[in-house]
């Protein structure tokens, strides 16, 4: 397996991943994260919203950085 298709499969469950914690974000209700109980994994609401917010801000760097590099060709070399 190339080292092209290794990334592409990163960046797609980065995407993946990424509208998956987009859909449990909660505005002001419990958004979808209620139907999993997902509060329940955590000790509190802002400790769950706080860990929702830090992966959600790193799969976002993952899927902006592999869509520059894979979009500029830099691993057809």
Request: proline content about 0%; charged content about 10%.
């Given at each position: 397996m190339a080292i092209t298709n290794i990334v592409q499969?990163?960046?797609a469950l980065s995407a993946?991943?990424?509208?998956i914690l987009v859909l449990l974000h909660s505005p002001k209700g419990d958004?979808?994260?209620g139907l999993?109980?997902?509060a329940q994994l955590f000790t509190s609401?802002?400790?769950a919203e706080t860990t929702l917010n830090r992966v959600t801000w790193t799969l976002t760097v993952v899927f902006m950085?592999?869509?520059?590099?894979l979009s500029a060709g830099w691993?057809?070399?």
């Open positions: 499969v990163i960046w993946l991943g990424l509208i958004g979808l994260g999993g109980g997902q609401t802002k400790s950085t592999l869509t520059v590099v691993l057809n070399k």
